[in-house]
């Protein structure tokens, strides 16, 4: 059974620049959620998608969207980036909504902002 | 706000002790508490999750929780060296979306 597929692994993208990662979830999940990870702040949710419904969002600047497709793989989009926005962005995906058993995280998109 | 407290160590064992790591949570409405353990450079990995009071057995590991003093625990018996990573607590459950803590890291020394 295939896990949680990010790609690309690693980027690297100028300040003012936009990015999109992608996330392909374990097949037959419809639950999508993506979290940024930094030293400083940990993991903060950025949103959740259900059959390509938004379902919740965390407190980010309206610079990161995302959306789902109807084969339940996900995508997020940065715009305008910014040095702060150095960090490793986490997929996940559970059957459910709000990952009541638990997430399976992909292996993460590591973006540097220069 | 919903907050997760977990203590970012580093806890430091030695191979063979028995590992206990801490975490509290603020929102009483938590119904689902998980433990993840991630690698330096990997992403966090589900090992353990819990709903009910009292303890949770899966091979070395143990996951303690106490809704009334808003505490959960896990603990790690007979340690070993590739047990050394961060741990991260999450409370949530129903529709809403977990929390997570920072994270503790435990290191255990040979």
């Known amino acids: 059974k295939a896990g949680v597929t990010q790609t690309p692994r690693y980027l690297i993208k100028t300040r003012g620049q936009q990015v999109t990662l992608s996330c392909s979830p374990i097949?037959?999940?419809?639950?999508v959620s993506w979290y940024q990870q930094t030293p400083g702040q940990g993991l903060q949710f950025l949103f959740e998608?259900?059959?390509?419904?938004?379902?919740n969002k965390g407190n980010f600047p309206g610079r990161f969207s995302g959306r789902q497709f109807s084969n339940s793989r996900s995508e997020m989009n940065v715009s305008t980036l910014e040095l702060g926005d150095s960090a490793l962005y986490l997929c996940?995906?559970?059957?459910?909504?709000?990952?009541?058993?638990?997430?399976?995280f992909g292996s993460g998109t590591r973006l540097t902002v220069v | 706000q919903k907050e997760v407290e977990q203590n970012s160590g580093p806890l430091s064992v030695p191979e063979g002790a028995i590992a206990s790591l801490n975490c509290t949570y603020s929102d009483r409405g938590s119904q689902s508490f998980f433990w993840y353990r991630q690698y330096s450079g990997k992403s966090p990995e589900l090992i353990m999750f819990i709903y009910s009071n009292g303890d949770k057995e899966d091979g070395r590991f143990t996951a303690q929780l106490n809704k009334a003093s808003q505490y959960v625990s896990l603990l790690i018996r007979d340690s070993q060296p590739s047990d050394s990573a961060t741990y991260l607590c999450a409370a949530g459950g129903g529709s809403y979306i977990p929390t997570f803590g920072r994270g503790t890291s435990l290191i255990v020394h040979p």
């Open positions: 998608y259900f059959s390509e419904t938004q379902r």
């Open positions: 996940a995906s559970n059957l459910g909504q709000g990952a009541n058993y638990g997430y399976t």
């Open positions: 097949s037959g999940h419809r639950s």
